[in-house]
């Protein structure tokens, strides 16, 4: 029995297809030219069906690689997106802490004292930790009535201020970067005059 690692695997260097052992290989024509080269291979068709196989497979290979990096980018992205919807629901329910702050402020005006301060110095840190973290207060007061960021709770009805304008906050709103957290409650003024 015969090596078949010897017997007809010799190399044809300039196709780097194997010779012999099933391959048919192309003899001359009668009346062809002489100086055609051998491709080791059937015929051209099948050298042809040969490379248009593997730019095939290289164009699938290519889009497979897009389609990866697509997939990395968009996770990544996704990633981030959840971070920041985590961090915003945990900013939204340290708020209403922030609103008893308020409201003992403005029920305390006329007490004097430590308690008042250490309140105040309190709801002081507390901002300055909402704000580290990205949320921050929706403007509102005096400014024209947003219903992207307001939510009137009363009209009412003064010519001391300009129409469809805010004239009391009730409640204070939050935004975080793009994401509105809650929006402001307020007092909107109507003027009779228009």
Do not use: C
């Amino acid at each position: 029995m015969e090596d078949r690692d010897t017997k007809g695997q010799d190399l044809d260097l300039e196709h780097e297809l194997p010779q012999g052992d099933g391959v048919d290989v192309v003899e001359p024509q009668p009346g062809a030219p002489e100086n055609q080269p051998r491709t080791g291979v059937g015929t051209a068709g099948e050298l042809d069906k040969l490379r248009g196989e593997r730019d095939l497979l290289l164009d699938r290979l290519a889009r497979l690689q897009a389609e990866f990096d697509n997939y990395r980018k968009r996770a990544s992205r996704e990633q981030s997106d959840y971070r920041e919807y985590a961090l915003a629901d945990a900013v939204r329910s340290l708020l209403p802490i922030l609103d008893s702050f308020e409201r003992a402020l403005k029920t305390g005006q006329n007490q004097t004292g430590d308690f008042r301060t250490g309140v105040e110095l309190i709801y002081k840190q507390f901002s300055d930790a909402l704000g580290k973290l990205g949320a921050t207060q929706v403007a509102a007061e005096g400014q024209p009535f947003d219903p992207r960021y307001h939510e009137a709770i009363e009209m009412v009805e003064t010519s001391d201020a300009k129409d469809n304008h805010v004239i009391e906050v009730l409640q204070r709103g939050y935004r975080m970067k793009d994401r509105l957290l809650r929006p402001a409650m307020v007092r909107v003024a109507r003027n009779p005059k228009h």
